[in-house]
């Protein structure tokens, strides 16, 4: 496993993250998670990425289950607020009531004293920014948080909260985590660039698309257990699944033959091709899958094959 620091700060976490999304405490088990966890911590994984609507509040705790007896100071966990956690009017957004109640829980379940990297999990529209950035500095200074980050912000979103921390001697978000992949490059264009022009790592989730960049769904098939075939995991596939798509991932399969990598590694090494990504976050469900995904780690693709990847699915500018 290799390691890479989050912009421009000394935090240094494994080019393949664990994440929690549709995974820990809803579809793999209690021990199975434990399991899965420790594998993942075992082949160097040190950041674990999670947030506290995931099945409300179960996958944090079970991924503080999982990693109770795991050396804290060796771990990197993340996780974010923004969804309602109840019908409750102050239970959802980033006031800085709900954002010190969301960490105080968060930190509750996942059984530590503090959390490494703490994100907006989407830009709220309802609560000044200042009172964001404010709150972010509190709890950071008052030790319960080391950094804070964003997730699915605009560009211009995340200039303005670090002008705001500039101008108010505070702390800039540390991170940006995108939806990004080869088959979602829209960031590129906007929100990717200016994050790196501020100095903001990239931490990209869904980078195998929700496992279409797998090939494990090609010519209609759903394997019984993957994501496609639960239809409580796969509302968000949607256009994922359109046979076009997969029609053109599977055209990525000659070039695992050049490059001995499985489709699955291919698409984890052309994210970690740029220099900004810090890290790119898996959703395994078994340990084979953890196992697999981590040998991208290190990956170097070369010119021509990004060249052939970007003719089959370019960039914004492309």
Known sequence: MEYRRVGQSGLQVSEIGLGSWLTLGSAVATSA?????????DLGINFFDTADV????AAEEAL?????DLPRQQLVIATKCFFPMSERPNDR????????????GSLRRLGSDYIDLHQCHRFDPDTPLEETVRAYE???RQGKLLHWGVSVWTGAQ?????????ATGGYRPLSSQPSYSILRRDVEADAMPVAHELGLGQLAFSPLAQGALTGKYADGARPIGSRAADPQRNRWMGALLAEDVLARVEQLRPLTAD???SLAQLALAWCLRRPEMASVIVGATRADQL???CKASGMRLSDETLQQIDALFPGPTG
């Open 33 to 41: 998670s434990d399991d899965l966890v420790l594998r993942a911590f």
């Open 54 to 57: 995931y099945e409300n509040g």
């Open 64 to 68: 503080g289950r999982a990693l109770r």
């Open 93 to 104: 957004g980033l006031s800085r009531k709900h954002i010190v109640e969301s960490v105080d």
């Open 138 to 140: 509190d709890l950071i």
């Open 158 to 166: 995340i200039r303005r909260a670090c002008e705001i921390a500039d």
């Open 259 to 261: 490059t001995g990598a």
């Open 291 to 293: 196992e697999e995904n």
